[in-house]
């Protein structure tokens, strides 16, 4: 049994990942700083399903699950580095998975600066924290949109991302340089995961599949960006959890072949790595619609509409580093996570 932190706790990936986690037998605690970005009830429904009662929460109080002997939640906010270090000093974890940032691309061109404080100065708190602390791996999330202008296809962990389109992108990026940083001046064994457009059960509702979902159930039209000439590697939420705990439990170590005269920009001489979690697959927006009304058996009402700022036209993970690592690539079909998407969606909004 290891004793795990995770971040993020009562988001959309963070849940699932605790799930996980303390099914398999770990010692896990969850951080999460309960913002309200989204409808906060879809926060509090994953916390009520691990033991957490919202009646009880207390900012910077441990409470222990109702459900599980294995698992405790704290309100932080990782800014707050004094609570996080205490928090450190007391529980005594062997690796962490920081998942809690910011989410959303178009949001970050309204509110840059909670990107600033939650992706960039919340991270630093973190690498600070297991550096102190001597943690044996951090595993953190990245994301897809740091490939930004490069639209060579598919993605590969080799490629540049020196061109972000977002703030969120070039918050995302800084961590990976951040995580480096740590990971060559202090050993720190560090891993970052791009997730490709991540959708299933207790997902973000300002996703679009979501927002989709919402707008068919309820008769209004669907805005279809770029005319609806877009792909994306929609991947299945328990795929990006099974490859993020793989990643976790294998630290990474220095790449004996590595060549700072041709460096890779996915290994180091020290021990980092990135990977990409995707279907290695792109769907077509408009196949994805279909999928879902057949799913939802309704059909959508579309409004076609230019393409939005910092939206790239298309998503495709490389996964091949994954696969070598660890003989794993996603499997989850699109059909069948829409399907599991919607029978959730269906029970929890009451359709």
């Known amino acids: 049994m290891k004793r795990i932190l995770v971040t993020g706790a009562a988001g959309f990936i963070g849940y699932h990942t605790v799930q996980r986690l303390v099914n398999e037998g770990h010692y896990v605690v969850g951080l999460d700083n309960l913002n309200t970005y989204y409808d906060i009830r879809l926060k509090f429904g994953r916390l009520d399903n691990m033991g957490i009662s919202s009646s009880k929460l207390l900012q ?50 309204e509110k840059p600066s909670v990107y600033i404080e939650s992706n960039i100065v919340g991270f630093a708190n973190i690498l600070e924290a297991c550096r102190n602390f001597e943690i044996k791996h951090l595993t953190y ?47 720190l064994p560090t891993s970052g995961i791009r997730f490709f457009t991540v959708y299933g059960p207790w997902g973000r509702p300002d996703m679009a599949y979501y927002i989709f979902a919402n707008k068919i159930t309820s008769g209004e039209k669907i805005d279809v960006y770029n005319n609806g000439i877009m792909e994306r590697d929609f991947t299945y939420v328990d795929d990006i959890v099974e490859g993020t705990i793989k990643v976790l439990k294998k630290p990474p170590v220095p790449s004996v072949n590595w060549n700072p005269l041709n460096p890779q920009a996915d290994t180091s001489s020290a021990p980092y790595r990135i990977y990409n979690i995707g279907a290695n ?11 879902l009304e057949d799913s939802l058996g309704m059909k959508a009402e579309l409004n076609y509409m230019p393409i939005q700022p910092g939206d790239v036209t298309k998503t495709w993970a490389n996964v091949d580093n994954l696969i070598n690592d660890f003989d794993y690539s996603p499997k989850t079909s699109l059909k069948d996570g ?7 969606y269906k029970e929890f909004h009451k359709v």
Do not use: C
């Open 338 to 344: 829409i399907s599991q998407f919607v029978n959730w």
């Open 60 to 109: 910077g109080t441990l409470l222990p699950s109702s459900k599980f002997k294995n698992y405790h939640f704290i309100q932080l906010n990782l800014v707050d580095r004094a609570p996080l270090n205490q928090l450190f000093t007391d529980q005594k974890f062997d690796y962490v998975v920081n998942l809690a940032a910011q989410a959303g691309v178009r949001y970050s061109i």
């Open 281 to 291: 697959e792109p769907v077509k927006l408009m196949d994805f619609i279909n999928t």
């Open 141 to 187: 999330a990245s994301s897809s949109s740091v490939y930004g202008l490069n639209e060579s296809v598919p993605f590969s962990t080799q490629d540049s991302t020196n061109h972000p389109m977002s703030l969120y992108a070039a918050t995302k990026k800084s961590n990976e340089l951040l995580a480096h940083t740590y990971s060559h001046l202090f050993q």
